[in-house]
């Protein structure tokens, strides 16, 4: 679940800071089809989940 919530948390931050570069992520690029403020809203969330996933299960092995 550590790792899950790592590459959520690092595909998250990559679909944050891509589009300030003029580039998309491909993995995420179809939700901007749903409108700039939902798309903004779940790039957010996918980010917040795989940090709280990440942050809950680091210490568990």
Known sequence: M???GLGLFIIGLLS???PFLGLKFILLAWID???TTVA????????LLGLVLYLTYRNRD
Do not use: A, M, S, Y
Not at 40 to 47: E, Y
């Open 2 to 4: 550590k790792e899950l």
């Open 16 to 18: 944050l800071f891509l």
């Open 33 to 35: 089809q749903w409108g």
């Open 40 to 47: 903004w809203l779940i790039r957010g969330g996918v980010t």
